[in-house]
Structures are given as C-alpha cells and as structure tokens.
C-alpha cells in the first residue's frame, strides 16, 4: 500500500488544520493507521492511531483533547483533525500503517509500521 499525506500548512497559535492520509494499491480497512510527527533532532513521535475493525483510537496525552483522528473506508482514507495548535506541534508529520491491528501499548513505536508516508509540514507561528 502507498500512502501520501497532505494538510499541512503554515498557521498562527489556535487555528486549525485537517491532514488527510490517502492509501492507493490496498484498501484501506484492514490497517492500523497512525499518525507521526518528527522534528529535527528528536525521535519520531507516535501521536495517534487508530485500529482497524472496532476503530479504537489512542492518542499522545499532550494533543488529546486537540487532535482527533478518523477513517473513511469508502475514501481509503484516514484523517488526523488538529484544533487549538501550538508552536509546539510544529514537525513533520507522517501517516504510518500496518496490516491488522497491533498491541496499543506498542502503537507508539514507529518500528512496527511497514508503510510510511512522505510527511507534511506543520508549522505554527506567529
């Protein structure tokens, strides 16, 4: 399956923004899908996913609240809704999944994901 995000932007403290994360090659369903952020310097960060079948979501304590991700079967699709952004969230961004669900106290670990996005840029400032 290949993936592409896109979404990203430049926006100021408290706007919002919407990353989409389209699959082609596979439908879609049968993956668990997560959303990565990574800024120079700094491991990838897990920040959201959400599993196939039942459709649980997990999220990073800091964007809870904020962010909520979401899947559209008939569009292949799963999206990654971000409110109230910050300086801090600023990073690369990356769609990430794998072939069935996997344990969600591993979710968080970019090393279990077999197919990756390009990323997108987010960048909040003033």
């Known amino acids: 399956v290949q993936l592409e995000e896109s979404g990203g932007g430049l926006v100021q403290p408290g706007d919002s923004l919407r990353l989409s994360c389209t699959a082609s090659?596979?439908?879609?369903?049968?993956?668990?899908v997560a959303w990565f952020r990574q800024v120079p310097g700094k491991e990838r960060e897990g920040i959201s996913c959400i599993m196939p079948n039942d459709g649980r979501k997990e999220y990073l304590p800091s964007v809870k609240g904020r962010f909520t991700i979401s899947r559209d079967n008939a569009k292949n699709a799963v999206y990654l809704q971000m409110n109230s952004l910050q300086p801090e969230d600023t990073a690369v961004y990356y769609c990430a999944a794998v072939w069935q669900a996997i344990d969600l106290d591993i979710w968080r670990n970019p090393r279990w994901y077999d197919y990756w996005g390009q990323g997108t840029q987010v960048t909040v400032s003033q």
């Open positions: 090659g596979d439908t879609f369903d049968s993956y668990h």
